[in-house]
């Protein structure tokens, strides 16, 4: 009888994974800060890994790398059956399987996530450009979409964690505010 | 130089695909019928197949079978590298790219489609019951989330149809009784 | 100047408004222990309470919550503009927006959500069977899409945690012999 | 009793209100022009302008139109309740029912239509950019969304329609060779 995978398998597999194909999580951080510097000048690239990481822990964005890149993979290979075979070497325009996977896993992280993963689809940075050059014989068609999913994931994950801050930040001064009235008030 | 695949070629290729895997536009057809009787009790059965059939012809659902049918079938091969090997070939339950995948399609009919498909999901009926049996070597792990798909979308696609026609033919009554009207007033 | 609303506003506005609709976190978590108890007959009923608490605290479902039952209540006052106060006021079948603003939330909780919510739309139970009477002149159109969206959230976070802890108990157990087999050993 | 509204009462009312708001179909085909001029550069406006013309046929479309800008009025006349008048008022960041609402008619228009989508929702075009300017006394929080989707959704339409049409041009060209070569062989 087949049993179940344990987490912990998915989880190394596909960090495994992403890195034989050449990316690096701090790559994926770089996008992230790219696209979230403009709304806080200040922003730590550090946060930035931090949120990639905090991504890359769930079963959906794993199992979405599992099935992108082993397509990928496949495909380089030459195992596909025709007509995918073709359509996913060539990164065929009206093919939306890679973006439909891909989007699976940016749902979980609302609808700045979304809309953030379908301008990295359009405005390839960093790493994304890289992946989709189409020059050698490598086959990026699923993992392009794919990190750009974790980077829009986390860039969303990001946002969503300064606005906490800040607000968290924001009480403790009026707690200040009120505890030094009070020390005046006292004094 | 790779060449772009002819929409012919692809949907030729899906329409086979699905046949080889045993599931029927008939069999389809019958859980259209299943889900929209009840809200039409003299729907005939040539409406539902109609409606498969439309929604067979979208380039979005023939890629999702493809993709899907040829991960089933490296499985049912024990092609894939693990640990996606044993994930797919078990069905396992909180793996999602299978459903992710042939949501991909169903957003195109709206949300009825949307939650049609959830329900065909939890409420497997007819050839979605049978594929999803586990009890022979053949994987259908990404079949049965794409035939509900199938039937999902043309359902919603059924029941906007029903309500264009029913509309239709409230307009021809009325500029009936108009005309009648205004015989009448000539009369 | 306008400015940000803090998150603890929206929070407990949220809550309150559900509250005054007459939705009770009680009465959420007991779809989400009818939806899991099959999986789980040992369920017990303070984990989906715990559930359903950690989904309301999202922004993106408080947010959904705020706007859904302010579409209800206008409705029910006759304030909304026509043909858009009918739709609302008759939860007119084909009108989606209610399934679409509940389903944003929904796939927060990843694939397995989508399709839970999906069933419930289907199979109302509970509080969403008594929202959807559609008896009085209480308007319930999108609130019974909005519970619908936090018990399947609630239930497929579940699902995760079960998981989770499963894998949890056995890798102690594993650590457990490791260590019995050390002492053995060691004896 | 209330009765179900017709179509064209719905169709009509979502293309008024749009007028009423300042946006003509003229303008968001302009930015579906923008958009898929690069991949065609001989593109016609004449095309782009059928194509949103066909996407605001669709109820989905139509119901999102008539539910976002009721709530963009009513936040005008400060007639919503708190805290969604101030969200809604400000166009608050990290709200996201506006994307989400609008998401719902994009996904009827397959994965391009959602990463465009995204796109747009970053890169505000035209009509879209005026439309967020937040600088008098208008709010139009829903709109801009509606707006990015219902061009996003055209300009989808729009490159599964051209390939179409290439794809007929080529069966064309090669019946017309068969047929030269039938000649000659004839001949």
């Known amino acids: 009888m087949l049993k179940v995978v344990h987490s912990k398998v998915v989880r190394e597999a596909a960090l495994n994974r992403l890195k034989e194909r050449g990316v690096t999580i701090d790559q994926i951080a770089d996008i992230v800060y790219d696209l979230q510097v403009s ?3 200040d922003l730590k690239k550090e946060l930035c890994l931090e949120s990639v990481e905090a991504v890359l822990e769930k ?12 397509l990928d993979i496949l495909a380089e290979k030459k195992m596909l059956s025709e007509p995918l075979q073709s359509i996913v070497e060539t990164d065929e325009g009206l093919f939306g399987c890679d973006e439909t996977l891909a989007l699976g896993s940016v749902f979980g992280y609302g609808s700045i996530a979304v ?16 992946l989709n050059k189409h020059d050698g014989k490598e086959v990026h068609t699923f993992l392009d979409d794919i990190v750009a999913s974790i980077a829009a994931s986390a860039a ?5 964690k300064l606005r906490d801050d800040e ?21």
Chains 1, 2, 3, 4 share one sequence.
């Open 156 to 160: 969303s994950r990001l946002a969503h």
């Open 59 to 70: 079963r959906e964005i794993q199992h979405a790398i599992l099935v992108g890149i082993e």
């Open 167 to 187: 607000e968290a930040e924001q009480d403790q001064e009026h707690a200040g505010n009120r505890f030094s009235a009070h020390e005046e008030e006292a004094g």
């Open 115 to 130: 809309t953030t993963f379908g301008y990295l689809d359009k405005e390839k940075k960093g790493i994304i450009k890289q």
């Open 39 to 41: 709304y806080k000048p």
